[in-house]
């Protein structure tokens, strides 16, 4: 008949004793902390050396340490997709009119603050509606000595580059001729992801 080991209970965490560092071992973890190149900016306080008790059986109860608030930074959102430019082939079935324009919208004679609400609320029902191509209209600008020319021609392409549009738009170019030229934009709406 085999015999069992006699068991050996557990003692609980307050009552088990950590073995301290010698002095050469202290020395060694000295020597090889100052030669690591810390991950922090900021240092950790220093621990006092710890005293290694001779006899007692029983550890002093820990006390509790001061729970500073930790701060979370918040999952950061994953960045638009950079805009990507239509295809050559796209393209040329946009101006031919073999693809098909989904929707138009016209920003002549607004403002530009009424004009960015309006192209993104419209390309956000695109996006939503599943359309692929989408004409704005910006128009070519007034012609004169006092107004600025083009302001929503410039504006435009540089609107649909920020993230809030990124979001809503794979890629955009000039539109042909036939549609308007260089005072419209064929726009490709980002299919959504449900």
Known sequence: MKRRPPEIPDLPAGLRRRRGLSDEERRLWESVAKQVKPLRKSPRLARPHAVEAESPAVAPAASPRPSSPVKISPPQKPQAPPLAPI????????????????????????????????LL????HAHHEGFTFVLVITGKGKIGVESERGVLRRQVPQWLALPEFRALVVGFEEAHIGHGGEGALYVRVRRARY
């Open 121 to 124: 609320g419209f390309l956000q």
């Open 87 to 118: 295809g050559r082939r796209e393209r040329a079935k946009l101006s031919r009119g073999k693809q098909e324009i989904d929707a138009r919208i016209d920003l002549h004679g607004m403002t530009q603050t009424r004009a960015h609400r309006a």
